[in-house]
């Protein structure tokens, strides 16, 4: 172990609670005032079909399995319209991976003129921009350089979760044993991508999938090794695994509350104002105050018309019930867009995503204050 991971890991683990807490929530405050942001989100689980197999993940199918399905481009359409008719602004696409590495899944995409899944999403992306003005959030698991080219025109920002630099858990019985695109080289290398076209990004790791602290504490510094070098990490999100039926194998998983403090705490102090700290909400809803006294950021995507299809059975909190929890706290609620205010320029965004990032900016920031203060 190295002797950086060896301090934060002392601290992280060692440091009293209450402490660590405070100093988190003092570095937050410092650099980011006392504003507790959120995003008003449609998700579109756009293909569930992936040809990886993440041992802790309810989401994935095999074609041919019940729920298996790809959403035509016209429901898409329409879900975004419910959104936009409900104040959303961004639009989570996410999806398996190398779903198109199934036959059934070309014959499909070819049926309706597309080569492979990546162009079908570019095309629903470019049509929810033109179509509604809302803006694509895209996280489809490691994609190649071209690819995320491909997409950068329509999307304010795009992610994927490194998850872990775990090595050990794509072993024999560990959960990304049958996942090849959760090798983290694979993972490391396309954030690295994302940063060299300038993309804003989102990314993260998985907290209760067999890891231990040092490996926690090794993917919050290459997060931070990444950002370094490409500037490109707008968010991290910290989230937890959620055990469902049938993973027996990692019940014993479940995270603490004590452990997304912490965890919430060091990425602050280790981040140390360079980026955002986002926490779900609904996988944590017993402990939302606490979460705010240790410094996170950001509640991410919530949204008022869908579910998270990833935890369906986590729902959102109320908005209302957010600004009541953040007031409480000393803090105030504030929507924002998909991509954060220091990416909205030519350099990060291309056209005609840029344009659509300015309209809506006008729009929240005109109504922001009188909702959420
Ligand atoms: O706002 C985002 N939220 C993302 N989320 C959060 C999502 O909106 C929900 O908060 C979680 O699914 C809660 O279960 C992710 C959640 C994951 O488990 C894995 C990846 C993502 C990726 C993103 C993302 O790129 N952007
Ligand atoms: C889409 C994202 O969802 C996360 N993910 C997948 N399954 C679960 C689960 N059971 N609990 C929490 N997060 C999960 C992974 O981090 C993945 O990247
Ligand atoms: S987490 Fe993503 S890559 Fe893993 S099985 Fe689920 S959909 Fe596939």
């Known amino acids: 172990m190295s002797t950086i991971t060896s301090y934060w ?23 980011f005032g006392n504003s507790i942001t959120f995003s008003r989100n449609v998700f579109i689980p756009l293909t569930n079909i992936c040809k990886d197999h993440c041992t802790y993940c309810t989401f994935q199918r095999r074609p041919g399995d019940n729920g298996a399905q790809i959403i035509p481009e016209d429901d898409i359409l329409r879900r975004v319209k419910t959104a936009k008719d409900a104040g959303c602004t961004e639009v989570l696409i996410s999806l398996g991976d190398k779903s198109d590495y199934f036959p059934e899944v070309r014959e499909w995409l070819n049926h309706r003129g597309f080569r492979n899944m990546l162009d079908y999403v570019a095309h629903v992306s470019k049509r929810i921009i033109e179509e509604t003005g809302l803006l694509p959030h895209t996280n489809a ?37 049958h996942a090849p695109d959760k090798r983290p080289h694979r993972r490391i290398r396309m954030i690295e991508e994302a940063g060299k076209l300038k993309i804003p990004f989102t990314t993260g790791l998985l907290v209760g999938i067999g890891e231990t602290w040092v490996e926690r504490m090794d993917t919050l510094l290459e997060i931070k090794r990444l950002q370094e070098t490409y500037g490109h990490i707008q968010e991290v999100i910290i989230q937890n695994f959620q055990p469902k039926t049938g993973m027996d194998q990692l019940k014993s998983n479940v995270v603490s509350e004590e452990t997304m403090l912490r965890l919430s705490a060091i990425a602050n102090i280790l981040f140390d104002g360079t980026i955002h700290i986002q926490v779900p909400p609904n996988l944590n809803n017993n402990y939302l105050s606490k979460l705010i006294q240790s410094g996170i950021t950001d509640w991410g995507g919530v949204s008022p018309v869908s579910t998270d299809y990833i935890n369906p059975e986590s729902p959102w909190p109320a908005i209302q019930r957010l600004k009541e929890v953040t007031l409480q706290n000393e803090s105030h609620l504030t929507e924002r867009l998909p991509v954060y205010e220091d990416y909205i320029t030519p350099e990060w965004i291309e056209e005609p995503a840029l344009s659509a990032v300015k309209e809506l900016k006008g729009r929240i920031d005109h109504e922001t204050p009188k909702l959420y203060t």
């Open 9 to 31: 890991v002392q601290k992280m683990v060692h440091q009293p609670l209450e402490d660590l807490m405070q100093e988190g929530y003092n570095v937050k405050k410092h650099h």
């Open 141 to 177: 698991g490691v994609m190649c350089r071209h690819q995320l080219a491909m997409l950068k025109p329509y999307n304010a920002s795009m992610g994927m979760m490194l998850e872990t630099v775990s090595d050990r858990l794509t072993g024999p019985g560990q959960v990304h044993e």
